[in-house]
């Protein structure tokens, strides 16, 4: 009996937005009358360990109108070390875009309209939701090699999992599933990183998946005549709930771009249980993530090869809307790499520097204010330089992303006769 696929829902999550969280860790430092109690190396038999330090949300995304400002929460904390920890920040300009949307919600190519109907209906496969809450906790981001640039979409925490196949047979099928990147010119890819969810059904521990990347000159937010670079990647997942690094070299050789995930080469021929790998951020940007499969059978390593391909809000009819938690670093071709472009005035972090034991942590709040450097309308990129004594972890470069909003409320009366002149919000 051939079943029908359908899609399947029924979660109901506070979505968590990254400008107004603060990660929900537990340190074992003391407060006494405001102030830090001892260091936890006045009890560690085994003497003093190095300042470590951690720095979260990996990534911050704010948006404030042209007259207004965002604030949002950086937290610092040397949970690990004994020693002191000294640090502080500055604001550079990003060397490379971190984000980039899409067009339309429905996307069309080559006069070919890859339609929800068609991912939806009449198929024997069809997007499925895994249901399955991530938590409302950040997980850890990868720490940034020396010299490296990061690729990050999402906030590190998912909400639900989203997978391909037919549901009510539990068959999953193979898929290409990919974040859109923005390249400012040529760059070596030379990792990344996915977070694995858990599944109700059954576990990705084990299965072998194809890391991909792919390279599109033109930009044009049409990855079916983009070319693919390097070659098969096949690695075994290993671990759930925590970001899987993997080692790998694609060349990208100019601006444009860039495609970066996983095939589900376990699935080829149809894999029982159907399960759910795409980790998805619904309180993330849209129009950035990206699957290709085919509507019966395998997917195809080469996009343009699928009948059916789209960002997760095409495929879905706009029931589903996020990121997949796949991020990348990149060796910048020309040099460069985080922190080495120039300061920035519409970012602040207050307090900008301290030090503190072992065993503490503290809130740093990251303020944009786009009326400083007279930003207008649009997208803007910078980094939070979080240096340090951590002998690991000098540098640490969190990305911010900011959107800039035409002032709300603001209105002048007397363009029209009879009007008085006023001026008023």
């Known amino acids: 009996m051939k079943h029908q ?37 006045s009890a560690a038999p085994s003497g003093s360990q190095p300042p470590s330090i951690t720095v979260t949300p990996s990534g911050l995304a704010m948006s404030a109108s042209m007259l207004g400002s965002a604030t949002a929460e950086l937290n610092i904390a040397n949970a690990v070390g004994s020693d002191a920890l000294t640090w502080s920040i500055s604001t550079r300009q990003a060397n490379l875009l971190r984000k980039l ?8 190519y080559n006069g070919l309209r890859r339609s929800p109907i068609a991912a939806l209906g009449g198929h024997s496969s069809a997007i499925s939701r895994g249901g399955h809450q991530g938590g409302v906790a950040q997980h850890a981001a990868p ?5 490296s640039i990061a690729f990050t979409l999402d906030d590190g925490s998912y909400e639900d999992t989203i997978g391909w196949g037919d549901s009510q047979a539990n068959l999953e099928r193979s898929a290409l599933w990919l974040n859109r990147f923005s390249a400012a010119g040529a760059l070596n890819i030379d990792s990344v990183s996915i977070l694995w969810p858990s599944n109700s059904g059954g576990t990705l521990v084990g299965k072998q998946i194809n890391i991909v990347a792919y390279y599109d000159a033109d930009a044009d937010g049409d990855p079916t005549n983009a070319a693919r670079l390097g070659t098969d990647n096949i690695k075994s997942i290993a671990g759930l709930n925590v970001f899987e690094t993997y080692a ?46 085919n509507s019966a059978g395998d997917g195809s390593l080469d996009p343009g090869a699928n009948d ?7 495929l879905s009819a706009n ?10 670093t990149a060796t910048e071709g020309g040099g460069g790499g ?15 520097s301290g030090t503190m034991p072992g065993g503490a942590n503290t809130n740093v709040n990251v303020t944009a204010t786009p009326g400083a450097a007279n930003l207008t309308t649009g997208s803007y990129s910078a980094e939070l330089c979080v240096t340090s004594n951590d002998p690991v972890h000098p540098l640490i470069a969190v990305p911010v992303s900011l959107v800039v909003t035409p002032d709300e409320g603001i209105f002048c009366s007397g363009f029209e006769s009879g009007e008085d002149g006023v001026c008023g919000v």
Do not use: K
């Not at 949307?101 to 069309?108: D, E």
């Not at 795409?278 to 993530?289: E, V």
């Not at 029931?319 to 990348?328: C, E, F, K, Q, S």
């Open 319 to 328: 029931a589903v809307t996020g990121t997949w938690l796949i991020r990348a």
């Open 308 to 314: 059916l391909i789209g960002t997760i809000e095409d």
């Open 5 to 41: 696929s359908q899609a399947v829902f029924g979660l109901s999550l506070a979505g968590m937005v990254i400008a107004a969280t603060c990660p929900a860790y537990a340190f074992a430092s003391s407060i006494t009358g405001g102030t830090h109690g001892p260091a936890l190396a």
């Open 101 to 108: 949307g899409s067009s339309s919600s429905v996307t069309t």
């Open 338 to 352: 985080p922190c080495t472009g120039p300061v920035v005035s519409w970012l602040s972090a207050v307090p900008a």
């Open 143 to 147: 720490w940034l090699p020396a010299g």
């Open 248 to 293: 790998a070299n694609f060349s990208v050789p100019a601006a444009g771009d860039v495609y970066v995930g996983f095939f589900s080469t376990y699935a080829d021929d149809g894999s029982t249980p159907m399960l759910f790998p795409a980790a998805i951020d619904l309180d993330s940007i849209s129009h950035a993530s990206w699957m290709a499969a």
